[in-house]
């Protein structure tokens, strides 16, 4: 069965360049994604694959500050891979999601990462 995350893949490098390689599926999967193991569902984008996908695919995104500047610790990076199904972007000031839903939840939690983490549980 074919990962949500390499649909979106192929889906992303299809309407980027539609007679696409292997070598160049490779590639993308490498810029795109923070963690690279296929059978790993993290949703977590580089730097360059949120670039990507807001720049090149024109992709609608939305920030959401985070409460307080965070340390990007494991806990909360695992906290948010367990139930975010869509690619997002976290720095230490802010959160990029692609999807409307999961933002305004984000909005609702004031930015809280542990208070949304938690509340997910």
């Known amino acids: 069965m074919i ?7 192929i889906a992303f490098l299809k309407s980027h360049k539609t007679d696409y390689t292997q070598k160049d599926f490779e590639k993308m999967w490498k810029m795109v994604w923070r963690n690279i193991r296929e059978e790993n569902p993290s ?3 580089t730097k360059g694959g949120y670039q990507f996908l807001k720049n090149s695919l024109e992709l609608k995104d939305y920030m959401v ?13 695992l906290g948010l891979d367990k139930f975010i199904t869509c690619p997002y ?4 000031k802010e959160i990029y999601v692609f999807e409307e839903k999961l933002a305004s939840e984000l909005v609702l939690r004031a930015g809280d990462l542990d208070i949304l983490i938690v509340s997910r549980r």
Not at 3 to 9: D, E, G, N, Q, R
Not at 89 to 92: F, G
């Open 43 to 45: 949703m977590r984008l």
């Open 65 to 77: 500050k985070l409460k307080r500047e965070c340390k990007l610790k494991p806990e909360i990076l």
């Open 89 to 92: 972007y976290i720095t230490n």
């Open 3 to 9: 990962s949500k995350k390499k649909k979106l893949s």
